[in-house]
């Protein structure tokens, strides 16, 4: 997601991404007429456009491999920490 704007269907773990950071829009169907009328209106909304242009640019810095890294690092530290407790108990 680096500046461009998403139509995704209902996939839960996308659709969440997609709300959350305001980067784009949920099918509502995956007929192709649907499709072809959600990417023309997407397209023709000039005050929507611009802003989840400018969200999903900030997403792609915020949910990048990077940052998640660090969040999975200190799980795995907390884990390790407090098996190492139950060991000494």
């Known amino acids: 997601m680096s500046g461009v704007p998403v139509l995704t269907s209902d996939l839960k773990a996308i ?27 997407m397209l023709a909304d000039t005050k929507a456009l611009p802003r989840m242009r400018h969200n999903a640019h900030s997403a792609a810095c915020e949910c990048c491999w990077e940052k998640e890294q660090e969040k999975l690092v200190r799980f795995y530290h907390r884990i390790l920490q407090a098996d190492l407790q139950l060991d000494q108990e």
């Open 15 to 41: 659709v969440e991404v997609v709300k959350t950071h305001d980067v784009g829009q949920v099918l509502p169907s995956l007929a192709p007429a649907d499709i072809g009328a959600a990417i023309n209106a």
